[in-house]
């Protein structure tokens, strides 16, 4: 069974460009949430998605932006890339039933904006 | 807003030695309470979790944490630190009627000596 998956791993991006970052859910698993992690810091929560909809957001600017397809797999889109952007971008899967439902995080992607 | 406070950004023991990572949360209501683990380039393993069943909460690799309502903490430990247990620490809630979103503390990054 395989876990979280996240592509690419690793990227580079100038200032000002756009991204897009996918995950694959754990099987079985129909909510997504992204996290960023900035170096050294812990993840802040960016949103989550269920039932291809945006469920609940954290406090990042609309540049952030995602989806979610049918088969529960997800996006991460940023636009207008900027320095500050440059962070390790992690997936996390759960069953969404829950507070409690604990979350199964992807290997991640390591964004460098330049 | 909910937060949690993570004191000690670097905890350093000998091999054998107790493990304390030390977390208290921000709250009136006793929020639901996790501690994951992050190996140098890897995603986040959840350790524990309290979901307000039993204070004393038991993990992997032989971790545990209690759960103090009177001071608002969640400590982990684990009595005797293993060469393998170096990582980084997160302490995270996940508010009530918040689904599963998680908010996390800044981390502690565990040192095993020899």
């Known amino acids: 069974d395989a876990g979280v998956t996240q592509s690419p791993t690793h990227l580079i991006k100038t200032r000002g460009q756009q991204v897009t970052l996918r995950c694959s859910p754990k099987?079985?698993?129909?909510?997504v949430s992204w996290y960023q992690q900035a170096l050294g810091q812990g993840p802040q929560f960016i949103f989550q998605?269920?039932?291809?909809?945006?469920?609940q957001r954290g406090n990042f600017p609309d540049r952030f932006s995602g989806h979610q397809f049918p088969n529960y797999s997800s996006e991460l889109n940023v636009n207008a890339l900027l320095l500050g952007d440059s962070a390790l971008y992690l997936c996390?899967?759960?069953?969404?039933?829950?507070?409690?439902?604990?979350?199964?995080f992807g290997p991640g992607t390591r964004l460098t904006v330049l | 807003a909910q937060s949690v406070t993570q004191l000690g950004s670097h905890v350093s023991v000998s091999e054998g030695a107790l493990v304390l990572l030390r977390c208290n949360y921000s709250?009136?209501?006793?929020?639901?309470l996790f501690w994951y683990v992050q190996y140098p380039n890897q995603g986040l393993q959840l350790l524990l979790k309290?979901?307000?069943?039993?204070?004393l909460v038991k993990g992997i690799n032989g971790f545990e944490a209690e759960f103090k309502k009177s001071e608002t903490s969640f400590h982990l430990t684990k009595p005797s630190a293993h060469m393998s247990d170096a990582a980084e620490y997160f302490c995270?809630?996940?508010?009530?009627?918040?689904?599963?979103?998680?908010?996390f503390g800044a981390g502690t990054r565990l040192a095993v000596h020899p």
């Open positions: 996390a899967s759960s069953s969404g039933r829950g507070d409690t439902d604990t979350q199964y």
């Open positions: 309290y979901t307000s069943a039993a204070t």
């Open positions: 998605y269920y039932e291809e909809e945006e469920r």
């Open positions: 709250s009136s209501v006793p929020p639901y």
């Open positions: 099987s079985g698993h129909d909510t």
């Open positions: 995270a809630v996940t508010p009530l009627g918040g689904y599963n979103k998680l908010i």
